[in-house]
């Protein structure tokens, strides 16, 4: 019982390392070299939520080694973070992080006008559609799309 009491104490220190470094190191490269950012959302909030967790852990941990769950604690959460069966990262950015922060609101001024209007108009999620759109068909083949829509529009009402 003596074994089993001390790596169930220790598990933090066996596993630990792999789930909240060696894992998400492996996945983010993965996610670099793959053509979608929805893994990148996934990689760069864990790594974000893992630096507010250290400087927590650094900075009060005087007052964290009293409690004698806090290991076990931290390394359940970080399973859930990082976990592909969780991807409690991008549930976090989803669902708290993204209303609360907001990106995008500049467009770049290589754009016409009515681009500009346009992309503002948009999530950030669509305007990245759009921008990968322009690089493969040109702007004026943005153009074109909102003459049609501007026409549609007149159409419809």
Not at 46 to 60: P, R
Not at 91 to 100: A, S
Not at 107 to 131: I, P, W
Request: aromatic share 14%.
């Amino acid at each position: 019982m003596g074994f089993l009491a001390t790596l169930v104490k220790n598990l933090h220190g066996l596993v630990g390392p792999g789930v909240t470094l060696i894992y998400p190191l492996y996945a983010s490269v993965r996610a670099i070299e793959s053509p979608s950012s929805v893994d990148d959302q996934q990689w760069l909030t864990y790594w974000v939520i893992h630096s507010f967790i250290t400087i927590f852990e650094l900075t009060f941990w005087n007052v964290l080694r009293w409690f004698p769950l806090w290991h076990i604690m931290k390394l359940l959460f970080c399973c859930w973070l990082v976990l592909p069966v969780f991807n409690g990262a991008a549930y976090l950015y989803e669902n708290h992080v993204r209303r609360y922060v907001k990106i995008g609101g500049h467009v770049n001024s290589v754009y016409s006008e009515r681009q500009r209007t346009a992309m503002q108009m948009m999530s950030l999620d669509a305007r990245k559609a759009v921008e990968r759109y322009i690089e493969s068909h040109g702007p004026d083949a943005f153009d074109r799309v909102i003459q049609a829509a501007e026409r549609e529009a007149r159409r419809s009402s």
